[in-house]
């Protein structure tokens, strides 16, 4: 059974630092593009950071670059999201999910899998 999971939400002070992680079981995540998304209230769900298959390549939305950092490890089968100065409005569920690719204008599609979320509030 293919699963994403993610976990490292939580409640955090405007300045403050989180990690999210994703975990993968049923397949390899090794093959897969990760990206990580995000729903705040009343919005849309968008775009955050994705990263290749390698590691070789990272994307960031314009709203989280120099404060947000993507990683992986392959041979844990999980990707994370280092969060750092984090503001209220980061506040939302989380997300991770496959991607395929990333167009010239830094959009993601061919997200496949999806995780549940992981709720993270940003809050003094």
């Known amino acids: 059974q293919v699963q994403l999971v993610e976990s490292g939400g939580g409640l955090v002070q405007p300045g403050g630092s989180l990690r999210l992680s994703c975990a993968a079981s049923?397949?390899?995540?090794?093959?897969?593009?990760i990206g990580w998304f995000r729903q705040a209230p009343g919005k849309e769900r968008e775009g955050v950071s994705c990263?290749?298959?390698?590691?070789?390549?990272?994307y960031y939305a314009d709203s989280v670059k120099g404060r947000f950092t993507i990683s992986r490890d392959n041979a844990k089968n999980t990707v994370y999201l280092q969060m750092n100065s984090l503001k209220p409005e980061d506040t939302a569920v989380y997300y991770c999910?496959?991607?395929?690719?990333?167009?010239?204008?830094?959009?993601?599609?061919?997200?496949?899998?999806w995780g549940k979320g992981t709720l993270v509030t940003v809050s003094s």
């Open positions: 990263i290749s298959s390698s590691g070789g390549s990272t």
């Open positions: 999910a496959t991607v395929l690719g990333v167009t010239t204008t830094g959009d993601y599609f061919g997200m496949d899998y």
């Open positions: 049923g397949f390899t995540l090794d093959l897969y593009y």
